[in-house]
């Protein structure tokens, strides 16, 4: 026997946001929280997921681009400024096939990111496996902690 539980729309903001973020998609619509961001790229319909952490002598990219081809992905760096574009392309159409539900996104991307200190951008390294684009990019010496001896 089932119970009945009583709902709660605050118990979770994360399910408020997911059924918004299914309102706006069904309606043709970038999600919510690309709007939100204003991040450019958002009106191609479709942005990679990033992660940006930090070490002690690098930053560390991931970018999450499944179904990119790595010739299809460009990186640059102006200004600490470090940039990924690429494009998802359109699959053919099957002829005798009725699409009932279409929910990947195609097209092109971009994102942007000030890096937060200062890098060796001629050290920067990049990688790309099974649809995750990795970049580790180097602090500038002057950046990296230094020991001062106390005398």
Known sequence: MAAIVRWNPYRSISNINRELETFFED?????????????????????????????????VIKA??????????????????????????????????????SERAFGTFT??????????GDKIKASYKDGVLMLDVPKAESAKPREIQIQ
């Not at 499944?66 to 990186?75: M, N, R």
């Not at 940039?83 to 009725?98: A, L, M, S, W, Y």
């Open 27 to 59: 309606f043709g619509f970038p999600t919510a929280r690309r709007w939100q961001a204003g991040e450019e790229g958002a009106e191609a319909g479709w942005l990679p997921a990033i992660d940006l952490s930090e070490t002690k002598d690098a930053y």
């Open 64 to 101: 999450d681009l499944p179904g990119v081809s790595k010739d299809d992905v460009k990186v640059t760096l102006v200004e600490n400024v470090l940039t990924i574009t690429g494009e998802r392309k359109t699959e053919k159409e099957v002829k005798d096939q009725n699409l009932h539900r």
């Open 111 to 120: 994102r942007s990111f000030r890096l937060p200190g200062p890098v060796a």
